[in-house]
């Protein structure tokens, strides 16, 4: 100060300097601190013959990287930050296979999905080891204490599917109708994954933590986990883990959940009640009214390309269909498919055999006629009369050959 002025000009340039400084400062830190490199280094152990390797971010299910494995090793690496852009904890999805795959592939086949072999989840860190036993198709990662609560979740999917083969092979060799082979997989199937998630909800209890938060949405999707444990699981979460993003998105997914339940105990259209009218395209994007497809009696059909248990439940209609076609019996499928995913809808009905059926395209669950009838959960399938009264909803397996039958539909 000068004469009790301040002297602007020095002052400015000290600021400036202090900015310059204070912004190197950050990015230094930035770059030190909040990013760093990975490297996964991958080993198969057993004699399975693996030879890719494909690294897929696990949130966006976007490609990374593909390596060959060659003398049972590979390696991944790259720059990892400690969020990505909406704050999810940083994970890659590690997926070996015997034979080169096409992204799409990959995708179409579900490869990536807990319920199939071959993949994995890491947590990234500076260093991962990331092992597979072949004789017992189990993973092991070795890197930061987020893995090693992350190679519990692993472990658990890991143990269901081995489970789960093991009954399959049982079931294989029974003198039984493949029909039937198919409907005590599916049981099977959702009894032992419904077990597979108690064990997700036992490692929430004692690891409430980001690892246990990037699982939760698997146990939110399974059907067979009370809402209310999954609720007083959730409530277990630190306050300030439950204010972030992903917790945040999560408790909706857990809210819509509850609302779609109280949906179906209360459903919008049921037994007795007329079938709403209704104009969809059909595969040659003609407009379809719901007077020009009643027989005698019409099995309107929810599903999607994506549906497992939509896909299993085909040949089953496909059999009703064949007894009671010729007597009036029709079958209408509508799909709820995304309308991007319209190609993958009409590829599926090729191979899946369905093009004896009237095959029409909702476009999304929440919209059309999916939106007013609420299906909230697929498949879902309602059984009209030919005045479009509905006399039957969600008949699986043999149930739809049955209530044919009982309807004296001869």
């Not at 004469?3 to 602007?8: D, K």
């Not at 090793?73 to 997926?95: C, H, M, N, P, S």
């Not at 397996?397 to 039958?405: A, F, R």
Request: hydrophobic content about 40%; glycine content about 6%.
């Amino acid at each position: 100060m000068i004469n009790g002025v301040a002297n602007l000009p020095l002052f400015s340039n000290y600021m400036s300097k202090q900015l310059i400084f204070t912004f190197a400062f950050i990015v230094f830190y930035c770059n030190t601190v909040f990013s760093a490199n990975y490297l996964i280094s991958g080993e198969i152990k057993g004699n399975e013959d693996l030879n890719y390797a494909y690294a897929f971010n696990n949130s966006s299910h976007e490609l990374l990287s593909v390596v060959k494995i060659v003398d049972h090793k590979f390696a991944f690496d790259g720059e990892i930050w400690q969020r990505d852009k909406f704050g999810y904890l940083q994970a890659i999805t590690v997926f070996l296979s015997k034979d080169s795959l096409g992204v799409e592939q990959i995708k179409d086949k579900r490869l990536l999905s807990g319920r199939k072999h071959y993949n994995c989840t890491v947590i990234l860190a500076e260093r991962i080891s990331l092992s597979y036993e072949s004789k017992n198709k189990l993973f092991l990662i070795n890197g930061g204490k987020s893995n090693e609560v992350q190679n519990l979740f692993e472990n658990d999917l890991g143990q269901y599917r081995n489970s789960r083969d093991s009954l399959y092979n049982i079931i294989d060799a029974k003198p039984i109708s493949a029909e039937n082979k198919t409907a005590e997989k599916i049981k099977i199937q959702l009894n032992l994954f419904t077990t597979a998630m108690h064990g997700f909800l036992k490692i929430v209890e004692n690891h409430p933590d980001e690892v246990s938060l990037l699982n939760f949405i698997t146990i939110i999707i399974d059907q067979g986990v009370p809402t209310n444990e999954i609720e007083a699981a959730f409530a277990l979460f630190p306050e300030t883990l439950k204010k972030s993003r992903p917790a945040l998105q999560l408790y909706k997914d857990l809210q819509d959940r509850i609302r779609n339940e109280n949906l179906l105990k209360k459903p919008a259209y049921t037994t007795g009640m007329k079938f709403p009218d209704f104009i969809l395209p059909d595969r040659k994007d003609e407009k379809i009214v719901k007077q020009a497809v009643l027989g005698k009696y019409t099995l309107i059909d929810f599903w999607a390309t994506w549906c497992g248990p939509c896909r299993k439940e085909t040949p089953n209609v496909i059999k009703a269909f064949d007894k009671f076609g010729s007597k009036g019996f029709k079958v209408v499928t509508i799909s709820i498919d995304d309308t991007e995913d319209q190609k993958k809808w009409l590829a599926a009905l090729s191979s899946d055999k369905m093009d004896q059926f009237i095959n029409l395209f909702n476009g999304s669950d929440i919209s059309g006629l999916a939106r007013e009838l609420k299906v909230v959960a697929i498949p879902m399938n309602y059984l009209l009369d030919e005045n479009g009264v509905i006399v039957a909803t969600n008949l699986r397996g043999e149930q739809l050959t049955k209530k044919l039958e009982e309807l004296t539909l001869k």
